[in-house]
């Protein structure tokens, strides 16, 4: 049996989407503050003095680690809960257990009860709760909005992280300050969970036209009868990789993001290694501190990322020929590195680290449609967790590798070489035939039957 088609989405889909998208940034906006307060917590009550600076940086690398690793553990089996269950259901869970976790941590705190090791347990706990949450958001909203929306909407999504990375240092800093400090700013954190629940409780969120699980993973077209059994969880955990293996165009798709994270992955490395280098002497002469150079390179960046984030979302995106909306956006990005590469002043720097901040919704929203509407919802768990997956991976990655080679060569050189490397993808992709067509769904379903049948006469 085919795949049925996709549902259109129901009448005034769009307004469900936007009361959901509004709630679950206020609950996007608590986290981020939640996270500012815990680093505020380590560094001036768990390791105040100057002689604990070793156990400091230990602390931060550690609570980082807490929050990653955990994630990408658990995302390949959130993307099977997610096409397997009802993700209305799995998103309210998971907002009420964060809800709970937050309030548990903000008490322990304000008792004083709160060594390092409970917050890295809190901390995984919510991130592991995180990637279910977001398997299944990711998942439902195509279902909501029409395909032609679908750049708006990704657009909406991409300006909540950028508004809350903006508003959420402030914040902090101002909750911190009042009595009840870091404890204050996680029980705010808890408040905005269960504010996105009981908005969630009230939505109607359409599911898949089956939960079913596949009869052949291999074949990745079948749907299981529901009275059948669940396939073993080791396959459907591979059937996100299956299917987007079997679709060239979607690899390539793949590899340019991957590509792209790997050049813009380091530059959180790398500005602060430039306000002690390139910039310094311009900051000395403004009388500018190292700490609000910084600030103005994070607000810039945050700023852009806003401005982007609104920009698609006025616009709506390209309707056909999405990935003229992923790639040239790249030719920016490479202007801007190379800007950053050279700038040798404070706001010139910040206009780079602004022009390439605001590319990012614009790609992101552009390929997420492309995603959304080639990959039917019975599948976009699963698939779209490897996506996830795989940008996790790579950052890190890509972050290690910066450390290193900064230590031996300049930064700015090493930024000319990302901005060459980026715009020598964009000219390779613009003439990558594959890639054109990864908007051809019956090319890709073509490509897939295709692999299928080599497969199967290799086997006999």
């Known amino acids: 049996m085919i795949l049925p088609a996709a549902p259109r989405p129901p009448p005034g889909g769009f307004h469900t989407f936007l009361k959901l998208w509004a709630s679950q940034g206020v609950s996007q906006l608590g986290s981020a503050t939640a996270w500012f307060a815990l680093t505020v917590y380590l560094a001036q009550v768990l390791y105040p003095a100057p002689v604990q600076r070793p156990a400091l940086a230990l602390s931060l690398s550690l609570l980082g680690i807490s929050a990653a690793l955990p994630y990408l553990l658990a995302v390949p089996l959130a993307g099977v809960w997610a096409d397997r269950h ?4 799995t998103m309210l869970t998971c907002d009420v257990l964060s809800a709970a976790v937050s309030a548990l941590a903000a008490l322990l705190m304000a008792l004083g009860l709160m060594p390092l090791w409970a917050l890295l347990v809190m901390s995984a706990t919510v991130s592991v709760l995180g990637s279910f949450h977001g398997a299944a958001f990711d998942a439902s909203y195509s279902l909501m909005v029409q395909t032609e929306q679908l750049p708006r ?3 909406l999504m991409q300006t909540a992280g950028s508004l809350s990375m903006l508003l959420a240092p402030s914040l902090a800093a101002l909750l911190t300050l009042l009595p009840g400090g870091v404890p204050l700013a996680l029980a705010t954190d808890a408040l905005s969970f269960l504010w996105a629940a009981a908005v969630l409780s009230r939505l109607s969120v359409p599911g898949p036209v089956s939960v079913a699980p596949l009869v052949s993973v291999a074949g990745l077209v079948s749907v299981a009868d529901p009275v059948q059994a669940a396939p073993p969880l080791k396959q459907e955990l591979a059937f996100g990789w299956l299917y987007i293996l079997r679709r060239p165009p979607l690899v390539w798709l793949l590899f340019v993001f991957a ?9 959180s490395v790398f500005e602060t290694l430039l306000l002690k280098g390139q910039l310094s002497a311009d900051l000395k002469a403004h009388a500018t501190s190292f700490q609000g150079g910084l600030a103005w390179l994070s607000t810039l960046t945050a700023a852009g990322g806003v ?13 056909r020929l999405r990935i003229y909306g992923v790639l040239l956006p790249i030719l920016a990005v490479s202007l801007g590195l190379t800007l950053l590469g050279v700038a040798s002043t404070l706001w ?11 590319t990012g919704p614009i790609m ?11 990959v039917p919802p019975e599948l976009q768990g699963r698939v779209f ?3 996830r997956l795989i940008a996790q991976f790579i950052s890190p990655l890509s972050v290690a590798l910066a450390g290193l080679l900064a230590a031996r060569f300049p930064v700015g050189a090493l930024l000319l070489i990302l901005a060459g490397l980026l715009l020598a993808l964009l000219l390779a992709q613009l003439f990558n035939p594959a890639l054109r067509r990864v908007e051809d769904r019956d090319y890709l379903e073509g490509l897939a039957r295709k692999r299928r049948a080599d497969q199967a006469e290799s086997v006999q």
């Open 364 to 374: 992101n929203a552009h390929s997420q449609a492309i995603w959304q509407a080639q």
């Open 153 to 155: 909407a990704n657009g």
């Open 385 to 387: 967790s490897v996506r």
């Open 86 to 89: 009802d993700r209305r259901v």
């Open 348 to 358: 010139l720097a910040a206009l780079a680290m602004f022009v390439v901040a605001l």
């Open 259 to 267: 590509v792209i994270n790997l050049c813009l992955a380091p530059l």
């Open 307 to 319: 401005v982007g984030g609104v920009l698609i979302s006025a616009w709506g995106g390209l309707k």
